[in-house]
């Protein structure tokens, strides 16, 4: 069983940042492709950002390409999410995956092996 805790959300300004942190307890980052995803109140679970396993080879949203980078620590086993430039529509609950099967976007989401989430953290964006 793969356990994935996410942290780093909370309030920030329009324009700010934020280092989203994805700490891997269990599992391994070895075999399939890691990735963010984002789900806002009344809106379908959506895919952010995915970091390939074969190349490395990073992989975004329009909505957030240019200012999220998703990093990779297989020693610490930690995926990060670093925010910048962040709007008020970056505001949702923030998880991490890592068993994406391939790093395209199908209907605005990544494809897993499993199904199993966080917790997630809640990212809010206001003034």
């Known amino acids: 069983q793969v356990q994935l805790v996410e942290s780093g959300g909370g309030l920030v300004q329009p324009g700010g940042s934020l280092r989203l942190s994805c700490v891997v307890s269990?599992?391994?980052?070895?075999?399939?492709?890691t990735g963010w995803f984002r789900q806002a109140p009344g809106k379908e679970r959506e895919g952010v950002s995915c970091l390939s396993s074969s190349d490395g080879s990073t992989h975004y949203a329009d909505s957030v390409k240019g200012r999220f980078t998703i990093s990779i620590d297989k020693i610490k086993k930690t995926v990060t999410l670093q925010m910048n430039k962040v709007k008020p529509e970056d505001t949702a609950v923030y998880y991490c995956?890592?068993?994406?099967?391939?790093?395209?976007?199908?209907?605005?989401?990544?494809?897993?092996?499993?199904?199993?989430w966080g917790q997630g953290t809640q990212v809010t964006v206001s003034s």
């Open positions: 995956a890592t068993d994406l099967l391939s790093c395209t976007l199908y209907r605005g989401t990544y494809y897993r092996r499993n199904n199993n």
């Open positions: 269990r599992g391994t980052l070895d075999y399939y492709n």
